[in-house]
């Protein structure tokens, strides 16, 4: 068996839904910092987990956040485990943030290093949707994606080429976008987005600051304010890294749909 065969037949028994691998040099649109982390870097091994329609139609969001902090938690395993996997071979390996940490020093918002779901496509698991999230042919948008760079010269699988979004057809996430951040034109508008998903996360914190300061707060409103569940939630977010709010573009998406 070929050292790709082996990678990918360990992602899957490491429980990977689906598991590509990408070229690093093919990999245009996304790469950021790839070659900054690894200047000899040959290949980009793609995971991706379901995130499973039950939780996503459950519409509860503490089942919600905890699914997602369950999924990321097995990403970092899996991942860990193809990068021992890849050094006991000799090779370099390092695994990519899924989540949190990320560089907050950028100023650019939530974006990692490398763009997962750009390697995901090139990696063949799938497109970018209108909805400007990986949609693969077996979930739809429903996954988690991971990735490990790696020096180990994997030969890459071809880059997705089918067309699973019906974009302007459908724009289900489009109508189902409850801030109208999605256009019919496959663009997002962060600034729209970012407060609805984002609203017990850094966008929240800041709302609520400057409400305190434009009412000129005194002490007792600040102290009704900390009691206040709104602050409750900001303060869990922050404690569990949790930070999602909305799935609206995910659970609208018809590709990939089981539940009826």
């Known amino acids: 068996m070929s050292l790709k065969g082996e990678v990918k037949k360990f992602a899957l028994e490491l429980n990977a839904d689906l598991v590509g691998v990408c070229s690093s040099e093919s990999m245009v649109e996304g790469r950021g910092n790839l070659f900054e982390i690894m200047p000899d870097a040959k290949a980009l091994v793609v995971v991706a987990l379901e995130h499973f329609e039950p939780v996503l139609n459950s519409g509860n969001l503490q089942i919600l956040q905890y699914s997602v902090h369950q999924l990321y938690h ?107 951040a999605i256009s019919g034109s496959g663009e997002v508008n962060v600034f729209k987005c970012a407060p609805n998903i984002l609203k017990y996360f850094i966008p929240g914190i800041i709302s609520t600051i400057n409400s305190l300061a434009e009412r000129e707060a005194g002490w007792k409103e600040i102290q009704d304010q900390a009691r206040n569940p709104e602050t409750w939630k900001i303060l869990q977010v922050l404690t569990t890294g949790m930070i999602y709010n909305c799935f609206k573009c995910v659970t609208s998406c018809p590709i990939g749909k089981k539940e009826k």
């Open 74 to 180: 097995e990403i970092d395993r899996i991942l860990y485990a193809l990068s021992r996997f890849l050094s006991k071979k000799g090779f370099k390996a390092v695994p990519l943030p899924a989540y949190l940490p990320i560089d907050m020093e950028k100023g650019s918002g939530l974006i990692g290093e490398v763009s997962l779901r750009h390697a995901a496509q090139c990696a063949g698991l799938g497109e970018i949707g209108l909805n400007r999230l990986l949609i693969t042919p077996q979930y739809g948008p429903r996954v988690r994606l991971g990735a490990v760079i790696t020096s180990a010269d994997l030969t890459p699988d071809e880059p997705f080429k089918g067309e699973l979004c019906k974009r302007e057809k459908c724009a289900a996430c489009v109508r189902a976008c409850p801030v109208g």
